[in-house]
């Protein structure tokens, strides 16, 4: 057999020492790494292109460290025909992408799959953040609606989204507005630690407990989600600057998170872009990302119906310059509210969407968020917190590690946040787990503090029970009324003339479409515009809107009277208090009761006129003979 020709050996490969370096840990880059990055996509001038970026660190060399740099904000301008023009650009490009790289995709019930920033996935992974787990987003929703256990978590992680959305969308169809990548990140970031400052149940706190246990009104949870960012950004301060976020970014971002009126003349943040403190917590006319995000959540939880569709609105928001809106113009006096310079303006078309979305608002309110069994859960659980106030009962680790414990009160641990304590270390261990803790308390203390923990874990065990106040009833009242003057013990002394600690309980309910404080149409307060002139911010007449659309009332007063002690003389008092007041409070009674256990007095009902053909007097009102007769 003829023995096989061997050919010429293969030429060898030159050697170099070029390596594709590990693209997930890119910050950890040393220069050699850096370079062989980009020397292997064609760029052999990256020293070059970092020299006129940061011309004080020219000498020294490029390190994964300072590659976000380049894709955080054009800090520098190039002549078109430069070569290093072209290859600033595609280092640019390349950053960019190594920084998707760590990105996070978040799977969301409300929203599916979430992309998160880097920077916003290591602030979720803080403890401050980690917190919102254990706080409930409805409270004691859960004990009406059995699937309302979700968390401040989610919730924040979805506005953070939805408010990224918004941003995006705004830069995307309006270059001109110069949105830049770090105002997306930040308003991202203000979305994602607005409900930081929340304590035990949520609103809860702040609504019940808070108000009985400090006579002023210095705790507001935002302000305190704006001291709690404060904290985490000192302590990531250098991961901040690595995105290139500075001390500016900052105050943009805790502008935002305190709920900053865009009209403020001492904006630090974003002067010349007022309109981005719309998107997380708008001021100006409430229409939100926060109330997008709780809107289709909250219904999604509790099984109820969302009709509003958040992502077409937000496809039909532009920003317009509210100083065209000239005072010569033909919309009525009442509408001239668009001054304030740019702001995010509707389509005239969404104006039935963004009354369905205040009545969703006012729905919602209605149905669970001021429930009345949800309401007397929530006040129940004030009061056991109160009950046991300045007991030592939440635990407190002594420095990171350790494994001994100091305990702290409830009232140490809010004046930790109202302080200018940096640390807040008691507030930041205030959680949800406080109602278990109290009913695991058996820590020896003195005997009057062991009274008030008894008193406070047999008043829990009736919430778990659900042996809870007993609803009496409930009357409309005028705005105008005296009784609204009145403080809560005092309206509870007029109404059961007991013991008002242990007769009974008196809420006051304010239902409204829009801000509590503003009776009117909220939709007065929202700037359109036109396919014709989309330039032009214009406001729509309810006489412009369907009457079917438009409802007669935006807002109304209810007064709701609970039972502590199942005591049925109550139920008698309050009907004759309410007989008495009927003028204050302009409301019409039954002929005839519903059945044994419904209120006499319809929530609804006004002043009608006299009628002849009603049975009583010639008012068409029962007399208190009659009444005190029915009852």
Known sequence: MAEEQKGPPPAKRPKTDLREPNSSKYTSWGSSEVHSFFSLRGLKNIKDVFKRIRPRGSDSDVKGSDLDLMAARDEFSLDDNDELCKESTQAEYLVKSLQQLQ?????????????????????????????????????????????????????????????????????????ELEIEENDILCVQIAGLCHDLGHGPFSHMFESYFMKELTSDDKWKHEKISAKIFCKVYHRMSEEFQKYGLNKTDYLFIKEQIEGCDPSRVDIEGRPRKRFLYEIVANRRNGIDVDKWDYFAR???????????????????SRVINGESYSASSSQPASSQKCEDSWQICMRDKEVENIYNMFHTRNTLRRKAYYHKTKSIVERMIAEALL???????????????????????????????????????????????IVQQILDFHAPAAQHMMDSVIESQALLKRVMERKLYKYIGVVPVKESSRILKLTAKQLQQEISGEDVELACHVEVVKFSHGSEKKQMNPVNDVCFYSKANPWKPISI???????????????????????KRFNSSLKLAFGLWAEANKEDLGLIQLDEPLDNESPYFSPYAREKKESNSGSGNAEGHLSPQDLLHKF
């Open 387 to 433: 009950m046991v106030k300045d007991v030592p009962i939440i635990p407190i680790r002594n420095g990171e590690g350790s494994q001994a414990q100091t305990k702290l009160s409830i009232t140490e641990a809010v004046e930790n946040a109202l302080t200018a304590d940096p640390d807040m270390t008691g507030f930041l261990s205030l959680t949800d787990d």
């Open 298 to 316: 909250d219904c999604h939880n509790m099984g109820l119906t969302n009709d509003f569709q958040w992502r077409r609105a937000m496809l039909m």
């Open 103 to 175: 990105y996070m995709v978040y799977q969301d019930p409300i929203h599916g799959p979430i992309e998160l920033h880097p920077l916003i996935v290591s602030i979720i992974d803080t403890p401050e953040f980690q917190r919102l787990r254990r706080i409930m987003q409805l409270g004691g929703g859960c004990f009406i609606f059995s699937g309302a256990t979700h968390t401040r978590f989610e919730h924040s992680i979805g506005v953070c989204y939805i408010a990224g959305e918004l941003t995006q969308h705004l830069k995307r169809k309006q270059p």
């Open 541 to 563: 007449p309810d006489t412009k809107v369907s009457p079917l659309v438009v409802p007669k009332e935006f807002a109304e007063i209810e007064i709701r009277v609970y039972d």
